[in-house]
C-alpha cells in the first residue's frame, strides 16, 4: 500500500489479535453454557400476550409466577402462542426467544434463593411493558 | 451559489429544478426537518421514562407509534436524505463533471421521499421500526401499518435509484486524467454505500411484498398459523438492514475524512488504506446480519459464524480511526465546529465500536440483547458518529451553500452541549441495559437504579435539544444576516475551500455572480 505504514499494520494485527482472543474466549464460554446437565428438570414456558404460563415435569401449572428450587437445574421449553416474546430473567442472564412455531430452549441452575423479576424483552404490543412474573428460589 | 437570501430565487425554482446543488439542498432542508420532528419524538419518550407510571403519553400505543416513527423518521428520512445531501453538492464536483449522470432521476429520488414522510408520519405505525412479524402480520392495526409498509417501499426505490446515480456518476462521468485511485475518499464513501444500497435493498423489498401480502391473508409466509416461519423475516430484514448501518456510517466516515486533513493542515495520512476500508467494510457489511438473531433459538455453529463475521468489520473500522489519528499527529489543528464535530464523532465511534464487539461476543450477547444496552450502543453510531459527521460537515458547507459564515461561538456551544448530552444519554443507557432494562417499553417498573439512569438519560437527551435548537436558530439567522464569507478561505486554514467553489449553477446562476 504505497508509502511507509508500518505503524498501521502493527496496530491493525494488535486489533485482529484482540479480536482473536475476544473470539475464542466467547467460543468457549457459550460452549461450556450451552451444555445442559443430564439431571435438569424440563419446564414448559407458554408466552402469549401478555402474561406467562409454566408447566413443571409433574404437570402443575403456574400463571405469573414460578416457584423453583435453589442449586437445581432446570431446562425450559419455551414456545408462544401469539406474536414473538422473550423470555428473560436478568438477575440470571437467562434469555431467549418466544417464537410461534417452534420450541427454543435455555437452562439455569438458581444459586441464590428470592424473590426475582421475569420480564418480556421482545417487543409484543400493547402491555409489552407490562409482561412480567414473578420467580421465587426456595431455600436448598 | 444556492440560498443566498439577498438575492433570492423563486422557490418553485429549486423545487423543479434538476441541478444536483439545488436537490441537494433540498436533501438537506428536508433532512434538517426531519431531524427536529424525529428528535420532538425522542424528546416526547424521554419525558414519558422520566419517572414510572404515565408521565406525558397517555397510553402504551401511543408510545408504541411514537419509538417506530422516531426510528423510521431518523433512519430514513434524516439520515438518508442528509448523506445524499452532501453527495449531491459535493460528488459531480469531486469526479469534476458537470451534474449528476442522471439530473432527473436524481431529483425524481428526492421527490419521492416527501409523499413517503407523509405515509409514515400520518400512519404512525406501532410495530417498531423492524415490522417483526407475527406481530406486524396478526397484531399491527390498520391502515398504519400498510401505509408505513408503502412508505418504506418508496423510500426503497429511491435509495437504490440515488445509488445508481451516484455509481454511474463517479466511475462513468469521472475526468478521464482523474484515476479511480485519485478519487478524494467522500467520493469513494458514497461509491461504497451505493453499492451496498444496490445489492442490499433489493431483499427488503421482497421481504416488505412478503408481509404486505402476509396482511393481506393471501399469503403466509412469516405466520405461523398458516405454516410461515417469523424467522425467515429477520433473516431478510437483517440482511438488508445490518450493511444498512454501514450505508449510514460509511459516508459520515468520509465526511471526517474531509474535514480532519483540512482543520489539521496536513494531508490525509493514508489514501489507500482509507479506500481499502471502505470496501473491505463494504464487503463485511454481508456477512454479519444475523448477529441480531443470536437468542431467536440459533445453533451453535450459526452464532459462531455470524460473530465471526462481525468481528471481521472491527479491523477495517479501526484502520480509520488510526488514519484520523495519524493525520492529526504533529498537525497544526484548527478547532473549528466543523473539527470539533469531527473529533468528537471519532472519540464516539471508537466507543460505539467497543461496546459492538461485547454484543457480539456470544455469551455477552445474552446480556445486552434487546436492552437499553443494545439502544444506547446504536445511538452512539447514529447520533454520536453519524449525526456528529454530517452536522460538522453542515457546517463547513455552510459558506459554500449560503456564501455567509455561521455564527463560531454558537457553533461551539451546539458542540459542546452535544457532547455532553450524547455522553450522558447514551453512556447511560448502556448501564442500564446492564441493570436489566427492556427496550421500547412505556412504563417501568420502582428500581430505584431504572429510575436513577432514566432520569440522566432525560436530562442529557434535553441538553442535547438545547444545543439542537441553538443550531437551527444559528442556520437560520446566519443564512440571512451572517457576515458575507471569503469565498477563497472562510475558515483561515492558508488552502483552497473548495474544487471549483464558484462553479456556477448553470439553470439559475447569473454570470458574474
Known amino acids: ?140 | 451559489m444556492v440560498l443566498t437570501l439577498a438575492k433570492p430565487r423563486p422557490i418553485w425554482q429549486i423545487m423543479f429544478s434538476t441541478h444536483h446543488t439545488d436537490v441537494g439542498l433540498l436533501y438537506l432542508i428536508f433532512s434538517i426537518m426531519a431531524m427536529f420532528i424525529g428528535g420532538a419524538m425522542a424528546i416526547a419518550i424521554r419525558v414519558e421514562l422520566f419517572a414510572p407510571g404515565a408521565q406525558l403519553i397517555a397510553d402504551s400505543m401511543t408510545y408504541n407509534r411514537l419509538f417506530t416513527s422516531h426510528g423510521t423518521t431518523m433512519i430514513f428520512l434524516f439520515l438518508l436524505p442528509s448523506a445524499s445531501a452532501v453527495g449531491n453538492y459535493l460528488v459531480p464536483i469531486m469526479v469534476r463533471y458537470k451534474d449528476m449522470a442522471y439530473p432527473k432521476l436524481n431529483a425524481i429520488a428526492f421527490w419521492m421521499i416527501p409523499p413517503a414522510a407523509a405515509l409514515i408520519w400520518l400512519g404512525m405505525a406501532d410495530f417498531g421500526w423492524y415490522a417483526n412479524p407475527p406481530y406486524s402480520v396478526i397484531s399491527a392495526p390498520a391502515p398504519a401499518a400498510e401505509m408505513w409498509i408503502f412508505g418504506l417501499k418508496i423510500l426503497g426505490v429511491s435509495s437504490v435509484l440515488g445509488g445508481i446515480n451516484f455509481i454511474v456518476t463517479i466511475l462513468k462521468c469521472k475526468h478521464p486524467d482523474m484515476s479511480l485511485g485519485k478519487v478524494p475518499l467522500l467520493a469513494w464513501s458514497f461509491l461504497a454505500t451505493s453499492v451496498i444500497v444496490v445489492m442490499a435493498i433489493p431483499t427488503f423489498a421482497a421481504a416488505l411484498i412478503m408481509l404486505l401480502t402476509d396482511r393481506l391473508g393471501v399469503s403466509g409466509f412469516f405466520n405461523p398459523l398458516v405454516g410461515g416461519d417469523p424467522i425467515a423475516y429477520q433473516h431478510l430484514f437483517w440482511f438488508t438492514f445490518h450493511p444498512e448501518v454501514y450505508v449510514l456510517v460509511i459516508p459520515a466516515i468520509g465526511m471526517m475524512y474531509e474535514i480532519i486533513p483540512r482543520f489539521s493542515r496536513r494531508p490525509i495520512f493514508s489514501h489507500s488504506s482509507g479506500v481499502f476500508a471502505f470496501v473491505l467494510l463494504a464487503i463485511v457489511s454481508f456477512a454479519s446480519w444475523a448477529h441480531h438473531m443470536f437468542a431467536t433459538g440459533m445453533s451453535f455453529t450459526e452464532k459462531t459464524v455470524f460473530m465471526v463475521g462481525t468481528l471481521a468489520a472491527v479491523p477495517a473500522s479501526a484502520m480509520h480511526v488510526f488514519n484520523f489519528l495519524a493525520t492529526m499527529w504533529n498537525g497544526r489543528i484548527k478547532f473549528a465546529t466543523p473539527m470539533m464535530f469531527a473529533v468528537g464523532g471519532i472519540a464516539l465511534f471508537f466507543s460505539a465500536g467497543a461496546g459492538g464487539v461485547v454484543n457480539t461476543a456470544m455469551p455477552l450477547d445474552f446480556i445486552t440483547h434487546d436492552s437499553y444496552w443494545v439502544v444506547g450502543h446504536f445511538h452512539l453510531f447514529v447520533f454520536g458518529t453519524i449525526a456528529f459527521g454530517t452536522i460538522g460537515f453542515f457546517y463547513y458547507l455552510f459558506p459554500y451553500v449560503t456564501r455567509r459564515m455561521y455564527n463560531e461561538k454558537l457553533g461551539v456551544v451546539h458542540f459542546i452541549l452535544s457532547m455532553v448530552g450524547a455522553s450522558l444519554t447514551f453512556f447511560t443507557q448502556h448501564l442500564l441495559g446492564l441493570y436489566g432494562m427492556p427496550r421500547r417499553i412505556f412504563d417501568y417498573p420502582e428500581i430505584p437504579e431504572w429510575i436513577a439512569m432514566n432520569q440522566i438519560i432525560s436530562v442529557g437527551a434535553m441538553i442535547i435539544l438545547v444545543g439542537m435548537v441553538i443550531f437551527l436558530a444559528n442556520l437560520i439567522y446566519s443564512t440571512a444576516r451572517g457576515k458575507p464569507a471569503n469565498m477563497e478561505d472562510p475558515f483561515g486554514l492558508g488552502g483552497k475551500y473548495y474544487y471549483p467553489y464558484s462553479q456556477l449553477n448553470p439553470h439559475h446562476d447569473k454570470a458574474g455572480y
Open chain 1, 1 to 140: 500500500m504505497g508509502h511507509s505504514n508500518w505503524p498501521e499494520w502493527i496496530y491493525v494485527a494488535v486489533v485482529i489479535a484482540l479480536l482473536v482472543y475476544v473470539g475464542a474466549e466467547a467460543w468457549n464460554i457459550e460452549n461450556i453454557i450451552e451444555h445442559v446437565p443430564e439431571d435438569a428438570e424440563i419446564i414448559k414456558v407458554t408466552a402469549q400476550q401478555w402474561f406467562w404460563t409454566f408447566e413443571h415435569e409433574d404437570g402443575t401449572k403456574e400463571i405469573g409466577e414460578l416457584h423453583l428450587k435453589k442449586d437445581h437445574a432446570y431446562k425450559f421449553e419455551i414456545h408462544s402462542k401469539d406474536v414473538n416474546h422473550n423470555f428473560n430473567i436478568p438477575e440470571f442472564v437467562v434469555l431467549m426467544d418466544a417464537v410461534p412455531g417452534r420450541i427454543n430452549t435455555v437452562w439455569f441452575s438458581p444459586n441464590e434463593s428470592g424473590e426475582f423479576d421475569i420480564q418480556c424483552r421482545e417487543y409484543c404490543g400493547l402491555i409489552h411493558y407490562n409482561m412480567r412474573a414473578k420467580l421465587f428460589v426456595e431455600g436448598s
